[in-house]
């Protein structure tokens, strides 16, 4: 059974850093797309930032320059790096995964990841 588990969430100030971590069991790294997906209260879950298994990384517009999503495949790990937070980045983040052939696309699309977590909340103050 595939298990998503994520890690790091916490509450910051606006323009500090978080890392998140997402590992997993029984799953194979290496035949996947991962990504990281947030949802804000109120609001529809969006996508943030996927990475395929040869690095190649997509990023939603908003964390572009802010955010760096990372793969370990020998702990089975995914990471997201998360410089300069700012209020509106506020909401709970999921770890998702989908395995495919060639490549994430469409790298952000919700639909087309079957496994998830289970969420860690991060709180931006200003």
């Known amino acids: 059974q595939v298990q998503l588990v994520e890690s790091g969430g916490g509450s910051v100030q606006a323009g500090e850093s978080l890392r998140l971590s997402c590992t997993a069991s029984?799953?194979?790294?290496?035949?996947?797309?991962m990504a990281w997906f947030r949802q804000a209260p109120g609001k529809e879950r969006e996508g943030v930032a996927a990475?395929?298994?040869?690095?190649?990384?997509t990023y939603a517009d908003s964390v572009k320059g802010r955010f760096t999503i990372s793969l370990d495949n020998a702990k089975n790990s995914l990471y997201l790096q998360m410089n300069s937070l700012k209020p509106e980045d506020t909401a709970m983040y999921y770890c998702?995964?989908?395995?495919?052939?060639?490549?994430?696309?469409?790298?952000?699309?919700?639909?087309?990841?079957?496994?998830w977590g289970q969420g860690t909340q991060v709180t931006v103050s200003s």
């Open positions: 029984a799953y194979t790294f290496s035949s996947s797309c």
């Open positions: 998702a995964a989908k395995r495919t052939a060639w490549g994430c696309n469409p790298a952000l699309l919700i639909a087309t990841y079957p496994y």
């Open positions: 990475i395929d298994r040869n690095g190649a990384a």
